[in-house]
């Protein structure tokens, strides 16, 4: 039987003799004659200072290589700052931060040794990848306690764009674990990254939890980020940062799954939660729940992948967003190289994007928020639609201004190989939702409300086949209609009320048919159903109130 398990039951059970987590991090332990219990390795006790200044990197380690070599046991930072280049965990290894306790990174770049990185991507900037504290084929690791690691991340260069020179520097993570086992990361403070703040990669069983996480000072300082994980859980923490807060990645064949978000506070200057950008193998199983995102300038909740991977079953629950971008978005690209790198050509099948249920959303857009980034959209490529999406009681109120030229925009461009954003399209014809390359999409209870005057619709499809909008509530100014449906086929609009307005639904295109209005109370519009660009066929109305003078045949 592993020894590990008793020693950490003694360990905490020693609280009640004064020997527990508060006694052992405080200053006294392993320094000023106190043995530190059997399984506890203090670092003071290995030499290091935490004066701040003093290289402790070397004594840090070999508390750690000294907790492993007897099986496993608990790394103690009492109260101090410790200053640091890269650690290496190993199996079976808690380090824990007491209070007072900094492990602080070393603002010198040589302090940190690269590590072989076989993916390319973005982000990490080739093939090697640089971490304050660094775990790799490790089981049963955890970091732990009331303290704090800090990444000293204004030390290191910034980068606004990508910048080949820049990205061959040095900009070590916070946290950086490599195909591990059995990861616990609990109630901590991260902050001040040089790049990503914790980054996992291939790990299995991960729970994060309780963590507050502060990266405010560069872009790509992202929160925390489960790359090709299974098995993963984070709950109860708060995120701001300059990038995306929680992101899910696969830069790896090996889909992203069975994770679970819960329970947090995000703030970020780009998105709250993101599954993607890289997205090789893909993302599965994933529910993301009870969630408060605020002042995220580039979306709300992002679900894209671009690179051969699918994306499918996803669940969304109970969220509430203020000051968002676009507070929904996906997109089923056809990026067809490796990460964006254009001199890596390998080709890549266009991944599903399917079986996606959000429901319970209410979300207010910022002012601010331009135009090309307010409106919600899921966009296919050709050929290759976004399927079996739901969103039900969606609740979002956006700036409006959009102006008539706006609302008749021609044709979006389908930019199927671009970077994935939600801006990419520019100003869309909606001010709610915009849909193309789509099936199968039932909208159940979506209310957009509009603060300034919208000429454009509230909804927009394009290129979708079996559509279900039941009660829609939105409206529109000027003489664009409310709903309009282009190349849309099977598509029944149910119970909606809309505001007063010209036109509830236009039918556009010879491509568009099977078209059916139900029950829906169009008292306050002048004209039910108009048509437009070659529609020849028939829009069948049942049981609808309608103004008395259009109440026969359809215009």
Known sequence: MDATPRRRRWFLGAAATGLGLAGLSGSGVGHRGIASPPGVFAVHEFGARGDGTTRDTAAIQAAIDAAAASGGGIVVFPGGTFLSGTIFLKSRVTLHLGPGAVLLGSPDVADYPARPFPARDLDVGGYEVWALVHAEDAEQITIEGDGVIDGNGAHFPRMEVLDPDVVTRARPRL?????????????????????????????????????????????????????????????????????????????????????????????????????????????????????????????????????????????????????VAAPLSFRRGARGVDFGFPDVQRPRPVGALRHVLISQVRATLSAGVPRDGATMSIAGVPGHPVEDVTLENIDITV??????????????????????????????????????????????????????????????????DDLDVVRLRAATSGPEPLVRLRGTRGAAVRGCRPGAGETFVRVEGQGSGDIALVGNDLRAVRVPVATSDGFAGRVSRTDDLVPPSTSGPDT
């Open 175 to 323: 946290i950086f674990f490599k195909s591990c086992r059995s990861v616990r990361l609990r109630e901590v403070t991260l902050r001040e990254a040089g790049l990503w703040t914790v980054h996992l990669a291939m790990c299995d069983t991960v729970r994060i939890s309780g963590l507050s996480v502060t990266s405010t000072r560069h872009l790509n300082q992202d929160g925390i980020v489960l790359d090709s994980c299974t098995d993963a859980t984070v709950s109860d923490c708060s995120v701001d940062t300059e990038d995306d807060a929680v992101v899910l990645k696969s830069s790896f064949p090996r889909a992203c799954s069975n994770v679970t978000i819960s329970n947090c506070v995000l703030r970020s200057r780009c998105a709250g939660v993101k599954l993607g950008t890289q997205s090789l193998g893909g993302f599965r199983a994933v529910a993301i729940s009870n969630l408060v995102l605020h002042d995220c300038r580039l979306g709300g909740l992002k679900f894209q992948t671009v690179d051969g991977g699918d994306l499918e079953d996803v669940t969304v629950r109970d969220i509430v967003m203020h000051d």
């Open 399 to 464: 700036p409006g201004g959009g102006t008539l030229s706006e609302a008749r925009r021609g044709e979006v461009p389908e930019r199927e190989s671009a970077y994935p954003e939600h801006t990419m399209f520019g100003v869309l014809p909606a001010h709610g939702l915009w849909v193309r390359h789509a099936a199968r999409l039932a909208l159940r209870d979506v209310r957009v409300g509009i603060v300034a005057p919208d000429a454009r619709a509230a909804l927009v499809c394009d290129d979708v």
